[in-house]
């Protein structure tokens, strides 16, 4: 069966320093990705996600950026963190022909 | 572009009683939904999902929706509430694209709370 990693866990981290995210799944190849954020209070934004090794879409616009070196690993990444950087970071896993997408638990960011 | 509508940002019900979490969604080509759970610091559960065929859909923990194309709605429904239902819940829609994307679009979320 499939299973979905994230780490860390949870993440303080000061203004201004780098940050990376890493998710893996395993059990499954050529997986799409997807990188979400959630912030206190509000839905899920779709930040980044990924067909493919080296395949990145973009979402949104910000502070923040992907990439997939491996075909089962996927990295969110910043080189300089901000406070609205702050929130719930969920990764998840698709596969066609399937349509719905498959969490993993979760990391939470918190920007001091 | 498809959008998701949750009525209620919250929701109280009384342990026993009909849970019913409303969603509303426009889309421009026949929808595939779902329906998430969330409890708190955890990653999103599949609840259930229609994509076609019939459209009433049972899923887990005792949760049904029902598909209902001219109210263009997907609301959940149990019929007696657990104490262990309260979290927060998120109906989807996907927007499959060209190349394979297939993405989701999120509802902004309701969360139920269950009383005694």
């Known amino acids: 069966s499939q299973t979905i990693h994230q780490w860390p866990a949870t993440l303080v981290q000061p203004v201004g320093s780098p940050l990376s995210l890493e998710c893996t799944v395993e059990?499954?190849?050529?997986?799409?990705l997807y990188w979400y954020r959630q912030a206190a209070g509000r839905g899920l934004q779709l930040l980044f996600y990924?067909?493919?090794?080296?395949?990145i879409s973009s979402e949104v616009p910000q502070n923040l950026s992907a990439s997939r070196p491996q075909d089962r690993q996927f990295i969110l990444s910043s080189k300089k963190l901000l406070l609205s950087d702050s929130g719930f970071y969920l990764c998840?896993?698709?596969?066609?022909?399937?349509?719905?997408?498959?969490f993993g638990p979760g990391t939470r960011l918190t920007v001091t | 572009a498809q959008s998701v509508t949750q009525l209620g940002s919250h929701v109280s019900v009384s342990e026993g009683a009909l849970v019913l979490l409303r969603c509303n969604y426009s889309?421009?080509?026949?929808?595939?939904l779902f329906w998430y759970v969330q409890y708190p610091n955890q990653g999103l559960q599949l609840l259930l999902k229609?994509?076609?065929?019939?459209?009433l859909v049972k899923g887990i923990n005792g949760f049904e929706a029902e598909f209902k194309k001219s109210e263009t709605s997907f609301h959940l429904t149990k019929p007696s509430a657990h104490m262990s239902d309260a979290a927060e819940y998120f109906c989807?829609?996907?927007?499959?694209?060209?190349?394979?994307?297939?993405?989701?679009?999120f509802g902004t979320g309701t969360q139920l709370k269950v009383e005694l």
């Open positions: 998840a896993w698709t596969q066609g022909p399937l349509y719905e997408q498959y």
């Open positions: 059990g499954t190849s050529n997986p799409n």
């Open positions: 990924s067909v493919g090794i080296g395949q």
């Open positions: 889309s421009s080509v026949p929808p595939y």
């Open positions: 229609y994509t076609t065929g019939a459209t």
């Open positions: 989807a829609v996907s927007d499959l694209e060209e190349g394979g994307g297939n993405k989701l679009t």
